[in-house]
């Protein structure tokens, strides 16, 4: 495995974070817990997850599942730098959501109940508040990092000016702010090339990109329909995206077997060459996908491939940050 700081932190991370979405919807406990006792065979000791993941309303049931896998003791929770998320909505009441000092207070606590530990290494803002100021913001976070209770505060879904404004009002309160954003990236999501990374690159802030293989459309999904082992595909968003794209996901999988790689790996190695990018999520409903997953780590793709790729899945615009990219 190899690792990085995360951001400008002192802080090293696996080049891979294990994404806990899955644990509880798509795999059950026992599952989970092999995947993630495997993940820290491989090295992997950065862990994702949110306290709305496992979709039962209040229930957190993701975390759940991970502070039972921590309960094992065995130093699991000494190993692995645990990141997980406010924002969402976890009860009826106006006050069980968003980024009111209130809600990240009492979310946090309620988040450290459910994973049973004591700090959250990274806690991140799910989404950005409109309606919240950033001394208030800042003020909670500023709480629960004296408290002991987080470490080091991320974002995820922020435009580049978010980022902007959260650093700016952090270093008025002489406070380290984001250390890191977490945002769609992939191949065939490429916005946050025009401002999001050169903001986070500028202040610091490493990338974590979710969704790294677009909902599986990166995967060698085509070939996994034509054998019938496609788990995804075949129904909603991705099957959409599929028939519109599907001239360039076949050039795509055409690409990858002349190389000689599995397309899922060409799709992680890619985010792991780009300016900026610490850890790409990968969100294994299976032991199998994990373990599939690490190839990308020895993947290498030359000059040629890179251009070959953008001529696949254009950047936005010209390409490269704004205004370059609409402007001259």
Same mark, same amino acid.
């Given at each position: 495995?190899?690792?990085?700081?995360?951001?400008?932190?002192?802080?090293?991370?696996?080049?891979?974070?294990?994404?806990?979405?899955?644990?509880?919807?798509?795999?059950?406990?026992?599952?989970?817990?092999?995947?993630?006792?495997?993940?820290?065979?491989?090295?992997?000791?950065?862990?994702?997850? &949110?306290?709305?993941?496992?979709?039962?309303?209040?229930?957190? *049931?993701?975390?759940?599942?991970?502070?039972?896998?921590?309960?094992?003791?065995?130093?699991?929770?000494?190993?692995?730098?645990?990141?997980? /998320?406010?924002?969402?909505?976890?009860?009826?009441?106006?006050?069980?959501?968003?980024?009111?000092?209130?809600? +990240? +207070? @009492?979310?946090?606590?309620?988040?450290?109940?459910?994973?049973?530990?004591?700090? +959250?290494?990274?806690?991140?803002?799910?989404?950005?508040? @409109?309606?919240?100021?950033?001394?208030? !913001?800042?003020?909670?976070?500023?709480?629960?990092?004296?408290?002991?209770?987080?470490?080091?505060?991320?974002?995820?879904?922020? &435009?580049?000016?978010?980022?902007?404004?959260?650093?700016?009002?952090?270093? /008025? @309160?002489?406070?380290?702010?984001?250390?890191?954003?977490?945002?769609?990236?992939?191949?065939?999501?490429?916005?946050?090339?025009?401002?999001?990374?050169?903001?986070?690159?500028?202040?610091?802030?490493?990338?974590?990109?979710?969704?790294?293989?677009?909902?599986?459309?990166?995967?060698?999904? !085509?070939?996994?329909?034509?054998?019938?082992?496609?788990?995804?595909?075949?129904?909603?968003?991705?099957?959409?995206?599929?028939?519109?794209?599907?001239?360039?996901?076949?050039?795509?999988? /055409?690409?990858?077997?002349?190389?000689?790689?599995?397309?899922?790996?060409?799709?992680? &190695?890619?985010?792991?060459?780009?300016?900026?990018?610490?850890?790409?999520?990968?969100?294994?409903?299976?032991?199998?996908?994990?373990?599939?997953?690490?190839?990308?780590?020895? *993947?290498?793709?030359?000059?040629?491939?890179?251009? @070959?790729?953008?001529?696949?899945?254009?950047?936005?615009?010209?390409?490269?940050?704004?205004?370059? &990219?609409?402007?001259?």
């Amino acid at each position: 495995m190899e690792y990085t700081n995360l951001g400008r932190t002192g802080l090293s991370v696996s080049r891979l974070c294990l994404g806990t979405m899955n644990f509880g919807p798509q795999t059950d406990e026992p599952d989970s817990f092999a995947i993630m006792d495997r993940a820290l065979e491989h090295g992997i000791n950065f862990f994702d997850t &949110a306290n709305v993941y496992g979709w039962k309303l209040g229930e957190g *049931v993701t975390e759940q599942i991970v502070g039972r896998w921590f309960a094992q003791g065995g130093g699991r929770r000494d190993k692995v730098v645990l990141a997980t /998320k406010v924002y969402g909505k976890m009860g009826e009441w106006p006050n069980d959501q968003g980024l009111s000092a209130r809600h +990240i +207070i @009492r979310a946090c606590e309620d988040s450290l109940r459910r994973l049973q530990t004591d700090t +959250i290494d990274l806690y991140q803002m799910h989404h950005i508040s @409109r309606t919240t100021p950033w001394e208030e !913001i800042w003020q909670a976070m500023e709480t629960l990092v004296a408290q002991g209770k987080v470490l080091y505060v991320g974002s995820s879904n922020f &435009a580049g000016w978010h980022i902007a404004q959260a650093q700016v009002a952090a270093g /008025k @309160r002489n406070f380290l702010g984001l250390v890191s954003e977490q945002c769609i990236y992939n191949l065939m999501t490429r916005y946050v090339e025009l401002e999001v990374i050169p903001a986070a690159q500028h202040y610091g802030l490493g990338i974590i990109p979710w969704s790294p293989l677009h909902g599986g459309l990166l995967s060698g999904i !085509i070939r996994k329909l034509a054998e019938g082992s496609a788990a995804r595909g075949t129904s909603g968003r991705s099957a959409d995206a599929l028939a519109a794209h599907r001239p360039t996901v076949e050039a795509y999988e /055409k690409l990858c077997a002349d190389l000689g790689h599995d397309p899922a790996d060409v799709a992680l &190695a890619w985010l792991l060459s780009r300016p900026g990018v610490t850890a790409p999520i990968v969100g294994p409903r299976t032991m199998d996908q994990l373990d599939r997953n690490l190839g990308a780590l020895d *993947v290498r793709l030359d000059d040629a491939t890179l251009k @070959r790729l953008d001529e696949l899945f254009p950047p936005v615009g010209n390409g490269g940050p704004g205004p370059e &990219a609409w402007a001259w």
